[in-house]
């Protein structure tokens, strides 16, 4: 059992180390009530469907977490590519009123490579994102529960791809 989990971990590196990644960053605009701004840093493979994007929000102190499925990916140009997600979201806040949230995302988006060997991804992409959580406020000492049915996140960003 030892020599099997060994050889699947191996094969799950060496996969992720050869397969093609893009890392960058993103800026967030966060169109629900209220509108808000953000930074985050993005990760994407070849090897799988998934994008990863962690963001923070300074005038808020808050900190997302968001897992993309790009469930749709076609060709819309030449190095121009539309494409639909899906995932799911989790948030923090750690200021005054501290909060944790959890929700669904449905999106689209596009993405060109500017370069000719396709190292440079710029993209746009904007999702429906219901969040469910907990408030807590730090200065009544009360809990309460949190819904925020409206949440539309817009990102655009770029990729370096190595």
């Given at each position: 059992?030892?020599?099997?989990?060994?050889?699947?971990?191996?094969?799950?590196?060496?996969?992720?180390?050869?397969?093609?990644?893009?890392?960058?960053?993103?800026?967030?605009?966060?169109?629900?009530?209220?509108?808000?701004?953000?930074?985050?840093?993005?990760?994407?493979?070849?090897?799988?469907?998934?994008?990863?994007?962690?963001?923070?929000?300074?005038?808020?102190?808050?900190?997302?977490?968001?897992?993309d499925?790009?469930?749709?990916?076609?060709?819309?140009?030449?190095?121009?590519?539309?494409f639909?997600?899906?995932?799911?979201?989790?948030?923090?806040?750690?200021?005054?009123?501290?909060?944790?949230?959890?929700?669904?995302?449905?999106?689209?988006?596009m993405?060109?490579f500017?370069?000719?060997?396709?190292?440079?991804?710029?993209?746009?992409?904007?999702?429906?994102?219901?969040?469910?959580?907990?408030?807590?406020?730090?200065?009544?000492?009360?809990?309460?529960?949190?819904?925020?049915?409206?949440?539309?996140?817009?990102?655009?960003?770029?990729?370096?791809?190595?």
């Open positions: 059992m030892k020599k099997k989990l060994t050889l699947f971990f191996c094969f799950l590196i060496s996969s992720l180390i050869c397969a093609k990644a893009g890392t960058g960053t993103q800026g967030n605009l966060k169109l629900g009530s209220p509108i808000d701004f953000g930074v985050g840093k993005t990760y994407r493979s070849e090897f799988s469907p998934w994008g990863v994007a962690v963001s923070f929000n300074f005038r808020e102190i808050s900190a997302d977490v968001v897992f499925n790009w469930w749709v990916y076609k060709e819309f140009a030449p190095h121009v590519n539309w639909s997600i899906w995932g799911m979201s989790f948030g923090g806040k750690f200021k005054n009123v501290y909060y944790a949230e959890t929700g669904s995302r449905l999106g689209i988006g993405n060109a500017i370069l000719k060997k396709r190292n440079l991804e710029l993209y746009n992409q904007i999702a429906w994102n219901p969040t469910i959580g907990i408030d807590y406020d730090h200065d009544d000492k009360k809990y309460s529960f949190r819904f925020e049915p409206v949440n539309f996140p817009f990102n655009t960003g770029a990729r370096f791809w190595f």
